[in-house]
């Protein structure tokens, strides 16, 4: 990316990310809630044994984290937004080249998004005071959040499969699709 592209660059501040978390934690939790209860209806109508009540803690606290995990990496790669970053304005992206995130990318932001938030949230006091508005979670990552409208038109990610690619013209008389019932 050239300099004037990166200096023209709109980047998203602390607060506006940090409403945008709680959109998303609203919505996480809210989704869990509902399946938690529909779960305990379930358990409810079958004679389960007292003594599993750890291991059914355990197994949901497993799979709340999953669920976690799994929302926001596939929101991050691939439009860049959660929900709650669509509703406030952000998008995160690549820092090199303002792609969109590959799925391992995303999921190692969500790991550096735990380690930053680990020491008292100390990893997010960088946003403040960094040019590119990163905390550390964005530099052990690679990544920057960004106004949507400075989306690349080229993403990373998902790659370009054979549907998207023009075809070649067959000439007349060989027309493919909606284009052969007009002949």
Known sequence: MNAVAERERRYVGLATRAIAFAIDALLIDVVAVVVAALAALGLSLLSVDDSLDGAL?????VLFVI???????????TTGQTP??????ARVCRAADGATLRPRVAAARVVCLVLAALPA??????????PRRRGLH?????????????RVDTPAWPPRTALETPRPALGPGFARGPERERQ
């Open 67 to 77: 669920w976690s995990v799994a929302y926001f990496v596939t929101f991050w790669s």
């Open 138 to 150: 964005d530099m052990l990552a690679g990544t920057v959040v960004v106004d949507p409208a400075e």
């Open 57 to 61: 803690v355990a197994i949901a606290g």
């Open 84 to 89: 709650g970053s669509r509703v406030m304005g």
């Open 121 to 130: 949230c100390a990893g997010f006091l960088p946003i403040l005071i960094d």
